[in-house]
C-alpha cells in the first residue's frame, strides 16, 4: 500500500509564489514516477507536471517557465515550485505515484492519490 499526502497550498495573490511538497511512504516506492495533478471546479483533473524516477521532467504548456518539480527519491518526496501564479491556477492540486518508473502525465497512468491541497490565487 502506497500513502501519498500533499502539503503547501495556500491563498496567494497573482504574481506570488508557492511550493507544495509531497511525501509517499509504504512499500514498494522506489522506482516509481511521480506527479503533480490540479482539478478547478467543474474541469477535469489536468497533469501539471511529472518527474520519472530517473528524473526526466513534463510540463503542461501552461505552466512551462515558471513551475518547476523536483524529487528527492531518498526521502520520497515530490517538490512543485510555484512561481509567477495566476488566477488560472486556482485549483486543488494533488500528488500522485505511478505503478513504475515511467508514467505520461495523465491520471490514467498514476494509481495512488493523495488527498489534495487547495490554491487559490487572487487577482
Known amino acids: 500500500q502506497v500513502r501519498v499526502v500533499e502539503s503547501g497550498g495556500g491563498l496567494v495573490q497573482a504574481g506570488g509564489s508557492l511550493r507544495l511538497s509531497c511525501t509517499a511512504s509504504?512499500?514498494?516506492?522506489?522506482?516509481?514516477?511521480m506527479g503533480w495533478f490540479r482539478q478547478a471546479p467543474g474541469k477535469v483533473r489536468e497533469g501539471v507536471s511529472c518527474?520519472?524516477?530517473?528524473?526526466?521532467?513534463d510540463y503542461a504548456d501552461s505552466v512551462k517557465g515558471r513551475f518547476t518539480i523536483s524529487r528527492d527519491n531518498a526521502n520520497y518526496s515530490l517538490y512543485l515550485q510555484m512561481n509567477n501564479l495566476k488566477p488560472e491556477d486556482t485549483a486543488m492540486y494533488y500528488c500522485?505515484?505511478?505503478?513504475?518508473?515511467?508514467?505520461?502525465?495523465?491520471?490514467?497512468?498514476?494509481?495512488?492519490w493523495g488527498q489534495g491541497t487547495q490554491v487559490t490565487v487572487s487577482s
Open positions: 518527474a520519472t524516477w530517473s528524473g526526466v521532467t
Open positions: 500522485a505515484a505511478a505503478p513504475g518508473s515511467w508514467a505520461r502525465c495523465v491520471t490514467v497512468d498514476f494509481a495512488y
Open positions: 509504504g512499500s514498494t516506492l522506489r522506482g516509481r514516477a
